[in-house]
């Protein structure tokens, strides 16, 4: 199994308040994503990473913001948490640029904004 | 623009019994590759099979094999002998070239296998 983390795995805030989640490998993966599940939306892409300190915007990328100073950290900052922003939230690596190279997922991380 | 569709929200099927799972893609590049995840209850995703736009022969990985019609733009996932643990949420998606390093993901399609 790829070597990824994501912590917390579950976290309850209010709305309004700061909250951030980490991923954490230890594949030396150059492609960091992350994504949120929704029930009949599938997987949508926040944001993913490329490199340290490269970063590009997914299909869902409002109210959140990502930040990757080392290889294997990739957080994401939701900088006020909304009610709908409650989701199951996914980190993935991917290495190589070739569309041969699939995503490794990590365990997930559920969070509510009540 | 890159598009997946999965156009079966639920399926059952029989224990011991084959399925076919679709998945249709929309991309003008030349170059993509199309994969296949499970979601078990537990809520993991894994991957299971991919597949290149130039290969020529369907992927296998045992009982996992993909259909892959490249004219139809179509990749079904077809399981054979289903086993009661291949009960979960099945996702499809897609990367291309031309969409630098993003993967599509499609809606899913939920599996549950009878006894």
């Known amino acids: 199994d790829a070597g990824i983390t994501q912590s917390p795995r579950h976290k309850v805030t209010e709305t309004g308040t700061p909250v951030t989640l980490r991923c954490h490998q230890t594949?030396?993966?150059?492609?960091m994503y992350w994504y949120r599940q929704d029930p009949g939306h599938g997987l949508r892409l926040i944001h993913y990473?490329?490199?340290?300190?490269?970063?590009d915007k997914g299909e869902v990328s409002d109210g959140y913001s990502v930040s990757r100073s080392k290889t294997e950290d990739f957080l994401l900052t939701l900088e006020s948490a909304t009610s709908s922003q409650t989701s199951v939230y996914f980190c993935?690596?991917?290495?190589?640029?070739?569309?041969?190279?699939?995503?490794?997922f990590g365990p997930g991380t559920r969070l509510t904004v009540t | 623009a890159q598009k997946i569709t999965q156009t079966q929200p639920g399926m059952f099927v029989q224990e011991k019994e084959a399925v076919t799972l679709d998945c249709t893609y929309d991309?003008?590049?030349?170059?993509?590759?199309l994969f296949w995840y499970k979601q078990p209850s537990s809520g993991e995703m894994i991957f299971l099979i991919y597949?290149?736009?130039?290969?020529?022969q369907n992927a296998t990985e045992g009982r996992y094999s993909l259909n892959f019609q490249k004219a139809r733009k179509s990749a079904n996932l077809v399981i054979s002998a289903s086993q009661l643990g291949d009960s979960a949420m099945y996702f499809c998606?897609?990367?291309?070239?031309?969409?630098?390093?993003?993967?599509?993901f499609g809606t899913g399609t939920s599996l549950t296998v009878i006894p």
């Open positions: 597949q290149g736009s130039y290969d020529e």
């Open positions: 993935a690596i991917s290495d190589g640029t070739s569309v041969t190279y699939e995503q490794y």
């Open positions: 990473s490329y490199g340290v300190k490269d970063t």
């Open positions: 998606a897609m990367r291309a070239t031309n969409t630098g390093n993003q993967f599509y």
């Open positions: 594949e030396n993966h150059r492609y």
């Open positions: 991309t003008s590049d030349q170059s993509y590759g």
